[in-house]
């Protein structure tokens, strides 16, 4: 499975980017997915992630009510809608997949067996 971060950029404190991960993958739509991201100097953190289906997500509690999570699996591509945006969510966002099919929402980097090359999100003040 290989996987394509793109959305990306400078954005003031207070405003909008949406993040788009594609799979390169006939067999997404089985994977759960996940949004991490590390800032210089941090270890990689869990930030959303979405079930298979799309029915289920999870969020960090840094980012829930301003980020959210979905997938359209008929694109391959999962989405990271991130509104209210404030400097501390700088850092380099990656996606992932799960290492197996039909899992639960993996909170951990060592649930996910492929990851995407990051896309770098800078948020001024």
């Known amino acids: 499975v290989q996987l394509q971060a793109s959305g990306g950029g400078l954005v003031q404190a207070g405003g909008s980017l949406r993040l788009s991960c594609i799979a390169s993958?006939?067999?997404?739509?089985?994977?759960?997915m996940g949004w991490f991201r590390q800032a210089p100097g941090n270890e990689r953190e869990f930030v959303a992630g979405?079930?298979?289906?799309?029915?289920?997500?999870n969020y960090a509690e840094s980012v829930r009510g301003r980020f959210t999570v979905s997938r359209d699996n008929a694109k391959d591509t999962v989405y990271l809608q991130m509104n209210s945006l404030k400097p501390e969510d700088t850092a380099v966002y990656y996606c992932?997949?799960?290492?197996?099919?039909?899992?639960?929402?993996?909170?951990?980097?060592?649930?996910?067996?492929?990851w995407g090359q990051g896309t770098l999100v800078t948020v001024s003040s």
């Open positions: 992932a997949a799960d290492r197996n099919p039909y899992n639960v929402i993996n909170t951990t980097p060592r649930g996910y067996g492929y």
């Open positions: 993958t006939r067999t997404f739509s089985v994977y759960a």
């Open positions: 979405i079930n298979w289906s799309g029915r289920t997500t």
